[in-house]
């Protein structure tokens, strides 16, 4: 009997190490999750990216509220959360890989009948390409260097190691007009509200790899508001079926009930298999007042010249009242 309860006593020791080992391991797998996670973010490269129809929508648009602000006299910051390196090479390196380029700017760059918006933007391309062939391609820093004027500031946010240090060396001409600040935008961005001139341009654009930059992003947006309410606020994501992406536009509404507009442009099908980008939006908070008419002229052009399936669209919405 005693042999008998021995066996029994030493069986359930070995189910409960067991199951003791087991949840063990599962504690160290999500630990290890949760380390790595801002790895697989940092993994993240825009370059791969560069030019391509994403870019296209975000970057004619901050072009135009660029030129908007440059009109008074009265100086102004931009502010990028998430900067990457500034400039991208497309005939090497990672954008020569995927030439995402190719279904985006490269569509734009010799057409001759471009509306007012994308002709504006398409020229800023081009001042970086002097010879005439498209070889690179300017991130938003570099767009909004081209429009700043002695009296304007920037200040960029960039995490990623690699990034960083490009970046640097593409603005180390730029002295005190331009301060980079290695961490992270949306922690960051907080210490800087609101800039001396209260007048101001924030892009916040994170790669949205980490499902979380979705609800990082609206607390952000959030906290700006709080801050700095006159500011203006661009917001690009990623039009993808992830649950995140697809609720996301009605969720930033809900930030401030009037004084928003949205656009998207869907190129082609969302995909079967789930996986893979099929468009982008931009949600901009207190827009200037043109902006939507631009638009109107725009995202119908873009849906003809960058469509890549029947399903290509565009939306464009506005609350002002």
């Not at 007042?289 to 109107?296: D, G, N, P, V």
Request: net charge positive; charged share 25%; aromatic share 12%.
């Amino acid at each position: 009997m005693k042999d008998t309860t021995r066996r029994s006593m030493a069986r359930g020791q070995k189910v409960a190490l067991t199951r003791s080992a087991t949840i063990d391991r599962f504690r160290l797998l999500n630990a290890f999750i949760a380390y790595c996670r801002p790895l697989f973010m940092l993994s993240y490269r825009h370059g791969f990216h560069a030019g391509n129809h994403a870019d296209v929508l975000k970057h004619a648009i901050v072009v135009q509220m660029l030129r908007y602000l440059g009109q008074k006299d009265k100086s102004y910051w931009y502010i990028d959360t998430h900067s990457g390196a500034g400039v991208y090479s497309l005939t090497e390196g990672f954008a020569a890989k995927n030439a995402e380029f190719d279904s985006g700017i490269a569509r734009l760059w010799d057409r001759t009948d471009l509306p007012p918006l994308l002709a504006d933007y398409v020229d800023e391309v081009k001042a970086l390409n002097p010879g005439g062939d498209l070889r690179f391609y300017p991130g938003s820093p570099y767009l909004a260097w081209r429009s700043m004027r002695e009296q304007d500031r920037m200040r960029l946010y960039e995490l990623h190691s690699t990034e960083i240090d490009v970046l640097r060396h593409n603005f180390r001409d730029a002295g005190r007009r331009a301060v980079i600040y290695d961490g992270d935008g949306f922690d960051g961005i907080k210490a800087i509200l609101p800039p001396p001139p209260r007048r101001a341009l924030v892009l916040i654009d994170p790669s949205y790899e980490d499902k979380r930059d979705y609800a990082r992003t609206l607390a952000c947006l959030e906290e700006c508001i709080k801050r700095f309410a006159t500011g203006t606020y661009a917001v690009w994501y990623p039009q993808v079926t992830r649950t995140e992406s697809q609720r996301f536009a009605e969720q930033l509404k809900t930030i401030q009930p009037s004084g928003w507009l949205h656009a998207t442009l869907s190129v082609k099908a969302p995909p079967t298999d789930g996986f893979g980008l099929f468009g982008s939006g931009m949600f901009i908070l207190n827009p200037p007042f043109k902006l939507a008419s631009e638009l109107k002229k725009a995202l119908p052009y873009l849906v003809d010249k960058l469509g890549q399936d029947a399903n290509a669209s565009f939306k464009l919405q506005q609350r002002t009242d």
